[in-house]
């Protein structure tokens, strides 16, 4: 049975700081591709960032490029976030899903990805 799990939200002030980590259970993620996406109230769910399975390609929605870092570390089965200069804007439940084509399509559709975690939330105070 596969359990995908992320870790790390909180509530966080503007300008600040927050790092999210995904891990799974009975699924070895490093032939998978990587993604987070988010979700705010009366929202769709939207791609943050994705990268390959080898972690040599990264991708970045405009709202988050420069301030969002995405990377795994394959030897301990985790992805992470590195979310950095927070606006109340980025509030939202995150989640990270795995693509086992092991490569980030164009615009990362969510149908690509097979595997989700329950999410984490991220509160930015103004």
């Known amino acids: 049975q596969v359990h995908v799990m992320e870790s790390g939200g909180g509530l966080v002030q503007a300008g600040g700081s927050l790092r999210l980590s995904c891990t799974a259970s009975g699924l070895i993620l490093d032939v998978y591709a990587m993604a987070w996406f988010r979700q705010a109230p009366g929202k769709e769910r939207e791609g943050v960032s994705c990268i390959s399975w080898s972690g040599t390609t990264t991708d970045y929605a405009d709202s988050v490029k420069g301030r969002f870092t995405i990377s795994r570390n394959n030897a301990e089965n985790t992805l992470y976030l590195q979310m950095n200069s927070l606006k109340p804007e980025d509030t939202a439940m995150y989640y990270c899903?795995?693509?086992?084509?092991?490569?980030?399509?164009?615009?990362?559709?969510?149908?690509?990805?097979?595997?989700w975690g329950q999410g984490t939330q991220v509160t930015v105070s103004s």
């Open positions: 899903a795995a693509d086992r084509t092991g490569y980030c399509s164009a615009l990362w559709p969510i149908d690509d990805f097979t595997y």
